[in-house]
């Protein structure tokens, strides 16, 4: 997640001498150097990339025995101001620090044990929660790895290897929450709950479904949905919260929580020039929960809805076989769940879904640098409703919308229980 910055400046600590330290301990050579360093603002395209931390990339020469090459890392650091108490509040850097020191590493160790190569997320090269939190983290870019193209969603070869790699990730997770069950303990809140730390953070859900409602009751045809849009716009977070409730009965794994194009970085294969490799940056709400969490986002949020439409079921076929080969070939004796019995999950939290169609993805089409505060892009202010009318307003995100939020009304995801929670 980063919030865009005029006039930059690199944070002081960030030296040299730093991150020379900090990778000497990373690779065991006491003789490596760093000079020559220069720091940046890190960007997807034009866009700084996410919505509640400072992102650098730091760019420098290293000298490794003979060898001097140029390197860089990625430094995302807590953000300042208002948005830095909504993160600190939501503990959103404490979730991802601890994903990249305890989750992680567990998860490619068991990968490695079964012979699989398999790379989920960037290397972590150094963590800190003091004074301020901040993580140092391989540059993916420097591996070949490239953000997806702004303003279009994804096509099916984009799609599969993400969702193999989704896969392998709650694989392994189910087998670390069996041997380990204290390890993913911090994972339990959900990413929208009763807690009243998290609710500056939360009320990016209800503006943003009542502005795509005021858009859709412009438009003939579109009443009844309209008057359901209204209702989900009010009820939102009690009905995720009744959701969430429901997933403490069934088979758990660890989410990213908050997967959609931004967060994914794709290597593009140079003879074929489609996609062979994906990897995730960001788990600031990683949670421990039903995987149709992550995919109804996923799927929801970042596909080419007529990829979806016509691929949906394939899709899933293709999560359950690599969900469920994982599981077999590291041994697991738990209940694996069946693709019906995924079909079945999906359905029952398909709230995820209206969620991720109406808050995320009219921020994908979005064409320029968008907003600098997280607080305007959660909150009923000017510029927040502004920001929010540019979005949906946009007529690609308007032809989605069209399209979606009518597979929304047949397959009854509008219909949310609109009693209260106590």
């Not at 502005?211 to 008057?227: F, S």
Request: hydrophobic share 40%.
């Amino acid at each position: 997640m980063g919030t865009g910055k005029k006039n930059y400046q690199a944070p002081e600590w960030l030296t040299a001498e730093f991150l020379q330290d900090v990778l000497k301990e990373h690779f065991k050579e006491e003789s490596l150097t760093v000079t020559d360093l220069l720091v940046k603002s890190a960007q997807v395209g034009d866009v700084v990339a996410g919505f509640a931390s400072e992102m650098h990339r730091a760019c420098f020469n290293m000298q490794r025995g003979n060898v001097k090459s140029k390197f860089s890392v990625f430094v995302k650091d807590h953000p300042k101001g208002q948005t830095g108490a909504i993160a600190l509040r939501s503990k959103l850097f404490k979730r991802e620090i601890l994903t990249y020191k305890e989750v992680l590493p567990r998860v490619q160790a068991l990968l490695e044990s079964i012979g699989d190569k398999t790379q989920i997320a960037p290397a972590c090269y150094y963590t800190t929660e003091t004074p301020e939190p901040f993580l140092i983290l391989e540059d993916m870019q420097l591996s070949g790895f490239e953000n997806f193209e702004r303003g279009r969603l994804l096509n099916l070869d984009y799609v599969l290897p993400s969702v193999e790699k989704l896969a392998k990730l709650h694989a392994c997770s189910a087998v670390i929450a069996k041997q380990s069950p204290e390890v993913l303990q911090f994972f339990d809140e959900a990413p929208i709950s009763r807690n009243p730390d998290r609710r500056d953070f939360l009320s990016f859900f209800p503006v943003n479904i009542r502005c795509v409602a005021e858009e859709i009751a412009h438009w003939k045809g579109y009443e009844e949905i309209t008057e359901k849009m209204f209702k989900l716009a009010e009820n939102v977070l009690q009905s995720a919260v009744r959701m969430y409730d429901e997933q403490d009965k069934g088979f758990k794994v660890f989410n990213m929580a908050d997967i959609w194009i931004n967060n994914l970085m794709f290597h593009i294969n140079n003879e074929t020039k489609e996609p062979d490799n994906v990897v995730a940056v960001d788990f600031q709400l990683a949670y421990v929960g039903s995987p149709a969490v992550d995919l109804n986002y996923f799927l929801y949020g970042s596909l080419n809805e007529n990829v979806r439409k016509v691929h949906f079921k394939y899709i899933i076929h293709e999560y359950q076989r690599v969900l469920r080969e994982t599981l077999e070939k590291l041994k697991y004796d738990g209940h694996i769940p069946t693709l019906k019995e995924i079909h079945i999950e999906l359905i029952n939290n398909s709230l995820i879904g209206v969620i991720a169609a109406t808050c995320l993805t009219p921020l994908i089409f979005r064409e320029d640098g968008g907003f600098e505060n997280l607080e305007d892009l959660n909150s009923r202010t000017e510029i927040g409703d502004n920001f929010r009318r540019e979005n949906v307003e946009n007529p690609k995100y308007r032809a989605f919308l069209q399209r979606t939020v009518k597979e929304f009304e047949l397959n009854g995801f509008l219909d949310t229980s609109l009693s209260s929670i106590h």
